[in-house]
């Protein structure tokens, strides 16, 4: 049984986030919870909160299933891009020749895929 969680409109940059993404992807959940806790880049918080929400809702599925022996992990985790922050004053920055460059606010979206190893998983997995 899969779990999904999302966040939206997070103030970093898309690729920025996908850094940390991509350290978890596929990890366990135990795993990625000890990896972004310690990780020191500043998403790695917001993630870490997003992984315990992914959890939270796939207990909320699974009432009668425990987490210790369900053997969750991130099946699928991606960052797309959010929207650039637009404000009546642009934000400029100064270029040569007194020309002005606009400064792009860049945020992402984030979803996070788990599921626990079953039966099932264990074969496809195997195959491959």
Known sequence: MEAIAKLNNVPTSPRKMRL???LIRGMGVDLALNTLKFDSK???KRL??????AISNWQEK???KKIEEADL???EIFVNGGRMIKRMIKRLRPAPQGRAHRIRKRSNHVTIVLDSLTKENKKDGAKD
Do not use: P, V, Y
Request: aromatic share 6%.
């Open 20 to 22: 940390i993404a991509d």
């Open 73 to 75: 992990f991130i099946k």
């Open 62 to 64: 699974n009432k009668d």
């Open 48 to 53: 870490e909160k997003l992984l315990l929400s």
């Open 42 to 44: 500043i998403g790695s």
